[in-house]
Protein backbone atom coordinates (compact mmCIF):
# COMPACT_ATOMS: atom_id res chain seq x y z
CA UNK A 1 0.00 0.00 0.00
CA UNK A 2 1.33 3.16 -1.28
CA UNK A 3 1.11 6.32 0.95
CA UNK A 4 -0.34 9.84 -0.89
CA UNK A 5 2.85 11.97 -1.31
CA UNK A 6 3.29 14.68 1.36
CA UNK A 7 5.71 17.20 1.85
CA UNK A 8 7.36 17.85 5.14
CA UNK A 9 10.38 19.71 7.10
CA UNK A 10 13.53 17.37 7.58
CA UNK A 11 13.89 18.47 10.81
CA UNK A 12 10.44 17.94 12.32
CA UNK A 13 8.23 15.03 12.85
CA UNK A 14 8.11 12.18 14.92
CA UNK A 15 5.18 13.45 16.85
CA UNK A 16 7.67 15.26 18.97
CA UNK A 17 8.69 18.34 16.83
CA UNK A 18 11.72 20.56 17.78
CA UNK A 19 9.32 23.52 18.77
CA UNK A 20 8.33 21.00 21.33
CA UNK A 21 11.62 20.01 22.08
CA UNK A 22 13.08 23.83 22.41
CA UNK A 23 9.30 25.07 24.18
CA UNK A 24 10.06 28.17 21.34
CA UNK A 25 8.00 31.09 21.74
CA UNK A 26 5.96 32.61 19.56
CA UNK A 27 4.50 35.45 21.47
CA UNK A 28 7.34 36.08 24.19
CA UNK A 29 10.17 38.40 24.00
CA UNK A 30 12.91 37.56 21.87
CA UNK A 31 14.24 33.60 21.74
CA UNK A 32 17.24 32.88 23.51
CA UNK A 33 20.46 32.69 21.41
CA UNK A 34 20.70 28.97 23.05
CA UNK A 35 16.96 28.37 21.81
CA UNK A 36 17.97 29.26 18.29
CA UNK A 37 20.92 27.44 18.23
CA UNK A 38 19.66 24.60 19.50
CA UNK A 39 17.30 24.20 17.07
CA UNK A 40 19.43 24.57 14.52
CA UNK A 41 21.30 21.89 15.54
CA UNK A 42 19.00 19.67 16.04
CA UNK A 43 17.20 20.17 12.45
CA UNK A 44 20.77 19.73 11.23
CA UNK A 45 21.21 16.52 12.86
CA UNK A 46 18.17 15.18 12.17
CA UNK A 47 18.71 15.57 8.23
CA UNK A 48 22.18 14.13 8.70
CA UNK A 49 21.32 10.75 11.10
CA UNK A 50 18.00 10.46 7.88
CA UNK A 51 21.08 10.45 5.10
CA UNK A 52 23.07 8.29 7.15
CA UNK A 53 25.56 11.33 7.93
CA UNK A 54 26.68 9.82 10.48
CA UNK A 55 29.91 11.96 11.89
CA UNK A 56 28.33 15.21 10.73
CA UNK A 57 24.80 13.78 12.43
CA UNK A 58 27.02 13.19 15.80
CA UNK A 59 28.47 16.58 15.67
CA UNK A 60 25.19 18.39 15.54
CA UNK A 61 23.58 16.46 18.16
CA UNK A 62 26.00 17.14 20.87
CA UNK A 63 26.13 20.76 19.40
CA UNK A 64 22.31 20.87 20.04
CA UNK A 65 23.11 19.11 23.30
CA UNK A 66 25.44 21.63 24.46
CA UNK A 67 23.17 24.24 24.11
CA UNK A 68 20.12 22.72 26.32
CA UNK A 69 22.60 21.57 28.88
CA UNK A 70 23.33 25.02 29.29
CA UNK A 71 19.46 25.67 30.72
CA UNK A 72 20.21 22.68 33.83
CA UNK A 73 16.95 21.35 32.47
CA UNK A 74 17.38 17.54 32.52
CA UNK A 75 13.91 17.54 30.21
CA UNK A 76 15.40 19.27 27.53
CA UNK A 77 17.74 17.08 27.26
CA UNK A 78 16.36 13.74 27.83
CA UNK A 79 13.87 15.22 25.13
CA UNK A 80 16.73 15.52 22.72
CA UNK A 81 17.90 12.15 23.53
CA UNK A 82 14.34 10.67 22.71
CA UNK A 83 14.04 12.47 19.20
CA UNK A 84 17.62 10.91 18.50
CA UNK A 85 16.70 7.16 19.65
CA UNK A 86 13.53 7.84 17.61
CA UNK A 87 14.98 9.10 14.30
CA UNK A 88 17.36 5.59 15.03
CA UNK A 89 14.14 3.31 15.04
CA UNK A 90 12.72 5.00 12.14
CA UNK A 91 15.78 3.69 10.16
CA UNK A 92 15.37 -0.04 11.76
CA UNK A 93 18.59 0.99 13.97
CA UNK A 94 16.21 -0.03 17.34
CA UNK A 95 17.80 -0.68 20.64
CA UNK A 96 17.95 0.49 24.12
CA UNK A 97 18.18 4.58 24.50
CA UNK A 98 21.06 5.25 26.91
CA UNK A 99 21.16 8.62 26.59
CA UNK A 100 17.60 9.07 26.84
CA UNK A 101 17.22 6.43 30.14
CA UNK A 102 20.44 8.61 32.07
CA UNK A 103 17.33 10.94 32.46
CA UNK A 104 14.68 9.09 32.22
CA UNK A 105 13.60 10.21 36.11
CA UNK A 106 13.68 13.72 34.80
CA UNK A 107 11.54 13.27 31.71
CA UNK A 108 7.74 13.83 31.43
CA UNK A 109 5.22 10.96 31.46
CA UNK A 110 4.56 11.67 28.12
CA UNK A 111 8.26 10.88 27.13
CA UNK A 112 8.41 8.02 29.16
CA UNK A 113 5.94 6.21 27.50
CA UNK A 114 6.89 7.35 24.06
CA UNK A 115 10.97 5.38 24.66
CA UNK A 116 8.93 2.51 26.23
CA UNK A 117 7.23 2.65 22.92
CA UNK A 118 10.16 2.67 20.64
CA UNK A 119 11.30 -0.89 22.21
CA UNK A 120 7.49 -2.08 21.59
CA UNK A 121 6.50 -2.11 24.66
CA UNK A 122 3.02 -0.17 25.46
CA UNK A 123 -0.27 -0.53 27.72
CA UNK A 124 -3.61 0.61 27.97
CA UNK A 125 -2.75 3.33 30.35
CA UNK A 126 -0.21 5.32 28.40
CA UNK A 127 -1.70 4.95 25.11
CA UNK A 128 -3.42 8.34 25.41
CA UNK A 129 0.36 9.76 27.09
CA UNK A 130 1.49 8.93 22.77
CA UNK A 131 2.07 11.35 20.30
CA UNK A 132 -1.03 11.20 18.19
CA UNK A 133 0.56 9.73 15.06
CA UNK A 134 1.97 6.65 16.95
CA UNK A 135 -1.77 5.96 18.74
CA UNK A 136 -3.49 4.16 16.23
CA UNK A 137 -0.81 1.55 15.89
CA UNK A 138 0.20 1.51 19.66
CA UNK A 139 -3.75 0.04 19.81
CA UNK A 140 -2.92 -2.52 17.16
CA UNK A 141 0.07 -3.95 19.19
CA UNK A 142 -2.13 -3.32 22.67
CA UNK A 143 -5.09 -5.27 21.15
CA UNK A 144 -3.26 -7.78 19.63
CA UNK A 145 -4.41 -7.17 15.86
CA UNK A 146 -0.93 -6.63 14.61
CA UNK A 147 -1.33 -10.14 12.63
CA UNK A 148 -4.20 -9.17 10.39
CA UNK A 149 -3.63 -8.92 6.58
CA UNK A 150 -3.18 -5.57 5.60
CA UNK A 151 -4.15 -3.88 8.56
CA UNK A 152 -0.63 -2.53 9.88
CA UNK A 153 0.64 -1.49 6.19
CA UNK A 154 -2.65 0.48 6.01
CA UNK A 155 -2.76 2.26 9.76
CA UNK A 156 1.08 3.23 9.11
CA UNK A 157 -0.18 4.63 5.88
CA UNK A 158 -2.72 6.72 6.97
CA UNK A 159 -0.16 8.90 9.10
CA UNK A 160 0.61 12.39 7.73
CA UNK A 161 4.43 12.72 8.92
CA UNK A 162 7.06 10.88 7.41
CA UNK A 163 8.79 10.42 10.11
CA UNK A 164 6.24 9.14 12.37
CA UNK A 165 5.12 7.00 9.81
CA UNK A 166 9.00 5.12 9.74
CA UNK A 167 9.02 5.14 13.26
CA UNK A 168 5.41 3.12 13.50
CA UNK A 169 6.48 0.72 10.66
CA UNK A 170 9.63 0.35 12.98
CA UNK A 171 8.08 -0.56 16.20
CA UNK A 172 5.19 -2.45 14.29
CA UNK A 173 7.80 -4.44 13.04
CA UNK A 174 9.42 -5.34 16.24
CA UNK A 175 5.69 -6.37 17.36
CA UNK A 176 5.97 -8.96 14.78
CA UNK A 177 4.19 -7.69 11.69
CA UNK A 178 6.94 -8.26 8.79
CA UNK A 179 4.45 -8.46 5.70
CA UNK A 180 5.36 -7.01 2.83
CA UNK A 181 3.00 -4.32 2.79
CA UNK A 182 4.04 -2.78 5.75
CA UNK A 183 7.64 -2.82 4.32
CA UNK A 184 6.39 -0.80 1.22
CA UNK A 185 4.67 1.73 3.03
CA UNK A 186 8.23 2.07 4.82
CA UNK A 187 10.04 1.82 1.43
CA UNK A 188 7.88 4.54 -0.41
CA UNK A 189 8.06 6.86 2.62
CA UNK A 190 12.02 6.78 2.68
CA UNK A 191 12.51 6.62 -0.94
CA UNK A 192 9.88 10.08 -1.25
CA UNK A 193 11.71 11.84 1.11
CA UNK A 194 15.54 10.89 -0.39
CA UNK A 195 16.52 9.70 3.50
CA UNK A 196 19.01 7.11 2.18
CA UNK A 197 19.94 5.41 5.61
CA UNK A 198 16.14 4.84 6.52
CA UNK A 199 15.78 3.73 2.33
CA UNK A 200 18.77 1.40 2.79
CA UNK A 201 17.35 -0.32 5.79
CA UNK A 202 13.92 -0.88 4.95
CA UNK A 203 15.22 -2.07 1.45
CA UNK A 204 17.46 -4.72 3.24
CA UNK A 205 14.03 -5.56 5.22
CA UNK A 206 12.02 -6.10 2.25
CA UNK A 207 14.87 -8.43 0.71
CA UNK A 208 15.00 -10.52 3.88
CA UNK A 209 10.86 -10.93 3.64
CA UNK A 210 10.88 -11.22 -0.37
CA UNK A 211 13.55 -14.35 0.10
CA UNK A 212 11.35 -15.84 3.56
CA UNK A 213 8.34 -16.02 0.65
CA UNK A 214 10.73 -17.34 -1.81
CA UNK A 215 10.00 -14.39 -4.08
CA UNK A 216 13.39 -13.96 -5.16
CA UNK A 217 11.84 -11.46 -8.38
CA UNK A 218 11.24 -9.03 -5.62
CA UNK A 219 14.51 -9.52 -3.65
CA UNK A 220 16.23 -9.27 -6.98
CA UNK A 221 14.04 -5.75 -7.64
CA UNK A 222 14.95 -4.38 -4.22
CA UNK A 223 18.60 -5.41 -4.28
CA UNK A 224 18.28 -3.18 -7.71
CA UNK A 225 17.45 -0.27 -5.76
CA UNK A 226 19.82 -0.72 -2.51
CA UNK A 227 22.66 -0.68 -5.33
CA UNK A 228 21.74 2.66 -6.40
CA UNK A 229 22.07 3.90 -3.11
CA UNK A 230 25.72 3.04 -3.33
CA UNK A 231 28.12 5.73 -3.99
CA UNK A 232 29.60 5.14 -7.88
CA UNK A 233 32.68 4.07 -8.19
CA UNK A 234 35.28 7.29 -9.60
CA UNK A 235 35.39 8.33 -12.58
CA UNK A 236 31.37 7.65 -13.46
Same mark, same amino acid.
Given at each position: MKP??????? &??????? @??? =??? /??SSAPPVPDWQLDAHAASTRALAAALDGKERVAALEFARAREQLSRTADPARVARLELLRCAVATAS??????????????????ADRAYADW?? &??????? @??? =??? /???AAAALVIGGGVGEAGRAAATVAAIDDPLSRLVAASVLLQAGQGDAALIDVAIDTASAQGWRRALAAWLQAGVRVAGLRGDEARASQLRRRLDLLRPAPDGR
Open positions: APRTASR &GMGLGLT @LAA =LLT /ACLAQGACAGFEALRADATDLL &GRINAQA @LPL =LPA /AQQ
